[in-house]
């Protein structure tokens, strides 16, 4: 399968894309940045560069063309403010899925964050306004005529893979790693389970593969 990444450089981008390399897959990780090129090609991935907060339609059309999917994993960041999470994670996702749309390219995973619902429109708290971003991203998407799979994760560490996890619409809150999250959009990718769910992911005692094929 051919798949873009949108955040390619990323850390659980980096790990999607190593995981699928190694699978004989071909991963596109599209990225800001022109000096990480080389770190995502040493994953075994494509690099093309664009900003999403400046790209446009026809760009990411012309970068998803022949693509298998499409995962979202970009995002602004810790450091940056309640602006670029309204510009990338909210509107570099909506440009995505109708880039997809003009591309004919149907399947689309989002990685978002549990909790994105639970927000306070009133307040201009950076993190309330990245819930906010997420939120209202999704919602987007879940609009559009797309095979979309929204995928929240607990809170993220960078521990060791447990490649064991609880999936549902809602679970307890709790932590997970990155590595495992990975795990979980490798195996939506190769399964095509979850169409049209949005899922919660944490740490849990179900191997990854049994947990996505449950859904």
Request: aromatic share 2%.
């Amino acid at each position: 399968m051919r798949i873009v990444i949108v955040g390619g450089h990323g850390q659980i981008a980096r790990q999607l894309s190593r995981r699928l390399s190694a699978a004989g897959h071909e991963p596109i990780a599209l990225l800001r940045n022109p000096d990480h090129c080389d770190d995502v090609r040493a994953d075994g991935a494509e690099p093309v560069v664009l900003d999403l907060e400046r790209g446009d339609v026809h760009r990411v059309e012309e970068i998803v063309h022949g693509a298998d999917a499409v995962v979202f994993a970009a995002g602004a960041g810790p450091s940056s403010g309640p602006e670029r999470k309204l510009t990338l994670d909210r509107d570099g996702l909506i440009l995505t899925a109708d880039g997809m749309l003009a591309a004919g390219i149907r399947r689309l995973l989002v990685v978002s964050s549990m909790g994105a619902d639970d927000f306070d429109a009133d307040s201009a708290d950076t993190f309330q306004v990245y819930l906010r971003a997420k939120s209202e991203g999704d919602a987007a998407v879940r609009d559009r005529d797309l095979d979309w799979t929204i995928v929240r994760p607990g809170s993220l560490t960078d521990d060791e893979a447990g490649d064991a996890v609880e999936i549902a619409e809602s679970v307890e809150a709790g932590s997970v790693p990155r590595a495992d999250i990975a795990h979980v959009l490798h195996a939506l990718l190769e399964s095509g389970a979850g169409v049209h769910r949005t899922i919660e992911v944490v740490g849990g005692s179900t191997p990854v593969a049994e947990a996505v094929r449950a859904l």
